[in-house]
């Protein structure tokens, strides 16, 4: 079955092209990241605007590239939440014009269950059951998988996610967006040991997160440089360190407390955040002393892409789920609502 994947949800347009037997077979992307740099994070309705302008386009170079035609597509897929909602209607009408077109399926999948699989798309794939730690720049949560739409929350932030407490120390620091990958830049020139953060609930039971508390010590630590007259490229540095070393602390623990709670031995990472190189070394240390493995996708799958959407897709697509006539756009939607991959569904899956 050939699967369009289509992903909107946010400030990245992208599209791709999977095969059952044959794989990936092509994918293109289109980020925003200067459109909103100005602007210091995502304005939805630039998002929304940008999306219309690229999305038909990179749809047709994902088919040049793969030889094909649209007459080819056998199934499309689609992000239909959570995200913003014009950005994910955007998606939604392309789609379902295609679908529509061509008298195929179409249908709207969750964007983290997207993030979820997309290690399933490397070499060494991991099998079920195992934990996964969803972390990026609207989500952290720990979820327990023990196949496609059997999904346990085991814990998620209380209040901001890992990726946003990211960009908003990055913006503490005067870096430009995106901040995840600014901080963890900075952090490489950073002095061990020169700031202590706190590690925000680890010093209590449970698998939730919490990074407000994060945000504002690393506030009061640049303020307090800064009135100092101590703010100075090395300071910043030293405070970038500071603030990954805690977040990745936080993360580390948390995920080993979770695979001891479920006696899971595998651990997939997923979402933006789970690029940084850091947090896969500690982790990797981590499961490794737990005699497990931990799995995650290539770097350009990490952030948001057609590919992860087009692989989600394509295991409910072959097994009949589709939607109905209705396009859906969900901004928020709870990863563990969704059904079972088995399930009969012919008017999608929310609800």
Request: overall charge negative.
């Amino acid at each position: 079955m050939l699967i369009l994947g289509i992903e909107t949800s946010c400030d990245e347009t992208g599209v791709a092209l999977l095969d059952d037997e044959r794989g990936l077979l092509a994918h293109a992307l289109f980020s925003q990241v200067e459109v909103h740099a100005d602007y210091g994070g995502v304005v939805p309705e630039l998002a929304s605007r940008d999306h219309v302008r690229k999305l038909l386009p990179l749809c047709d170079q994902v088919l040049a590239d793969a030889g094909m035609s649209r007459t080819d597509i056998e199934g499309i897929a689609y992000t239909a939440g959570p995200g913003l909602v014009g950005a994910l209607m955007v998606g939604g009408s392309v789609a379902h014009a295609l679908g529509y077109a061509l008298d195929i399926p179409v249908l709207g999948v969750h964007h983290m269950e997207g993030h979820l699989l997309a290690p399933m798309l490397e070499d060494n794939p991991p099998a079920f059951p195992f934990v996964a730690l969803l972390v990026s720049g609207g989500h952290t949560q720990l979820v327990r998988v023990d196949a496609i739409g059997e999904y346990e929350m085991l814990g998620e932030s209380v209040d901001d996610a890992a990726g946003e407490a990211f960009d908003k120390a990055a913006k503490m620091l005067g870096l430009d967006y995106p901040g995840g990958p600014r901080v963890a830049a900075l952090a490489e020139h950073g002095r061990d040991g020169r700031y202590r953060f706190p590690r925000p609930m680890t010093d209590r039971p449970g698998l939730d997160f919490s990074f407000s508390g994060l945000k504002t010590f690393t506030l009061n630590t640049v303020n307090a440089a800064k009135d100092a007259g101590e703010l100075d490229e090395q300071v910043r540095a030293d405070i970038a360190l500071a603030f990954e070393a805690a977040v990745v602390d936080t993360l580390t623990i948390k995920c080993r407390r979770a695979l001891e709670q479920t006696g899971c031995k595998r651990l997939v990472i997923a979402g933006g955040v789970s690029a940084n190189k850091r947090l896969r070394a500690g982790l990797e240390k981590m499961t490794a002393k737990l005699g497990g493995s931990v799995f995650y996708a290539r770097p350009e799958f990490c952030t948001d892409n057609g590919a992860m959407i087009a692989y989600a897709g394509a295991q409910r697509l072959r097994q009949g789920q589709k939607d109905g006539e209705r396009i859906v756009s969900v901004p928020r939607w709870p990863m563990d609502t969704l059904p079972s991959v088995n399930e009969p569904r012919a008017n999608g899956l929310v609800d």
